[in-house]
């Protein structure tokens, strides 16, 4: 798994160790703005594995243009009053009512469960495929 935000390099690092203080599951692999390879857009040009296995999860479907085929959109994360001001929204964010997302029914969980449904489908040891020739866009 990677961390890819086309913020700067030491926000990704600081995100990185919020969501993964141990380091199992993104370790080094941070893709920050500097990385990129074409200026405003995120590619999987930079990740390294086959575009037929990779999976997006993002926010922004506008940075995928050439990979929205591989891109779950997820719901936007409003925790500081900043991120609702910076999109132009009304509404109070997270910190504010002193909440959080529900751990059940949030948009991180509901995702989960799709990508655990994906994983299921896509490594099912009863298909009688070669694995090197699946597509996860396809499941």
Same mark, same amino acid.
């Given at each position: 798994?990677?961390?890819?935000?086309?913020?700067?390099?030491?926000?990704?690092?600081?995100?990185?160790?919020?969501?993964?203080?141990?380091?199992?599951?993104?370790?080094?692999?941070?893709?920050?703005?500097?990385?990129?390879?074409?200026?405003?857009?995120?590619?999987?040009?930079? *990740?390294? @594995?086959?575009?037929?296995? %990779? /999976?997006?999860?993002?926010?922004?479907?506008?940075?995928?243009?050439?990979?929205? +085929?591989?891109?779950?959109?997820?719901?936007?994360?409003?925790?500081?009053?900043?991120?609702?001001?910076?999109?132009?929204?009304?509404?109070?964010?997270?910190?504010?009512?002193?909440?959080?997302?529900?751990? *059940?029914? @949030?948009?991180?969980?509901? %995702? /989960?469960?799709?990508?655990?449904?994906?994983?299921?489908?896509?490594?099912?040891? +009863?298909?009688?495929?070669?694995?090197?020739?699946?597509?996860?866009?396809?499941?």
């Amino acid at each position: 798994m990677y961390i890819y935000t086309m913020g700067e390099r030491p926000y990704a690092l600081e995100m990185a160790n919020l969501l993964d203080p141990g380091g199992i599951y993104f370790h080094s692999r941070v893709i920050a703005q500097g990385d990129c390879t074409q200026r405003h857009q995120k590619g999987l040009d930079v *990740v390294v @594995g086959q575009e037929s296995a %990779v /999976l997006i999860l993002d926010d922004t479907e506008a940075v995928w243009g050439k990979h929205k +085929e591989n891109l779950i959109l997820m719901e936007r994360y409003h925790f500081f009053t900043s991120s609702c001001r910076q999109f132009g929204l009304k509404c109070k964010s997270l910190s504010e009512t002193k909440s959080d997302e529900n751990e *059940v029914e @949030g948009a991180l969980a509901s %995702v /989960l469960k799709v990508l655990q449904q994906i994983h299921t489908l896509f490594f099912d040891p +009863e298909r009688r495929d070669n694995i090197m020739e699946r597509d996860v866009r396809q499941v």
